[in-house]
């Protein structure tokens, strides 16, 4: 101890130091370390599950992107059929409209062709009797003009004839 009296120390304020030391060191440790380590694994423990909390909602934000990208999927699927049917609903449609026109076209055609070929009996009828009209009367004015001699009665009911059925 006396190598501590040389160096200045004095070994009951020494020992006094000491023993506050160790008092104080008790008392941190008691009041200050053990409620610090209690407060500190407290918040190790919510950051542990702060963590956890978050993985799980990652996962459940992955899971429901994977549901949306199928639901997603499934709606494009859908649209897509939906499209192919109405594509189909259209060209049915346009098909039968197609076919409606076309037989009403043909309507119009045999109409037309029916109304064209009664004018033409009608006008071949009407020329008949015009021409033989004409040919009567060609005939009626050689006979007045006195050829009637020379050309037989017979003959002239034969060109008479022959022209109506020509006709």
Do not use: C, W
Request: glycine content about 2%.
């Amino acid at each position: 101890m006396e190598i501590l009296a040389n160096l200045g120390i004095d070994s009951k304020l020494f020992a006094a130091q000491l023993v506050n030391f160790a008092l104080l060191l008790f008392i941190l440790h008691r009041f200050l370390y053990k409620p610090l380590l209690v407060i500190l694994q407290k918040r190790s423990e919510t950051i542990e599950k702060s963590l956890k909390e978050a993985a799980e909602i990652e996962q459940r934000v992955k899971e429901t992107a994977k549901m949306q990208e199928e639901i997603l999927a499934t709606a494009r699927g859908e649209a897509q059929a939906i499209l192919v049917k109405a594509q189909a609903i259209a060209d049915e449609k346009q098909a039968a409209a197609v076919e409606k026109a076309e037989k009403k076209v043909a309507a119009v055609i045999v109409d037309a062709k029916e109304k064209i070929a009664a004018e033409k009996r009608q006008m071949l009828t009407e020329a008949r009797e015009e021409l033989g009209g004409l040919v009567i009367t060609a005939v009626e004015k050689i006979l007045e003009t006195g050829l009637s001699k020379q050309i037989p009665e017979k003959l002239i009911a034969d060109v008479v004839e022959k022209t109506k059925k020509s006709i």
